[in-house]
């Protein structure tokens, strides 16, 4: 009985991940072609007297896309990166 719980806890870590992996690498390549992501769980955008910044938290991993006069790139990474500032 404990073999088969624990195969099911297996196979149900392996699908939650693997499915995971699909949805990070489908916002990369979303944001990679210019597009917004489809999975944010919350979205910012940030007004400057130059331009924005659109922020999109995901699933462990965030975005930044900068519009600014000092600034225009498009960011992807973990979650702890942090908006860069225009001097």
Known sequence: MKKVILTVLKVVVLVILFAWIIIVFTDYFRVRNGNNPMFCLSEETKEYSDG???ICNGLGYKM???ERTC???TEFGPFIIKERQCE
Do not use: D
């Open 71 to 73: 600034l225009t790139a």
């Open 52 to 54: 924005s910044n659109y």
């Open 64 to 66: 930044i896309r900068y």
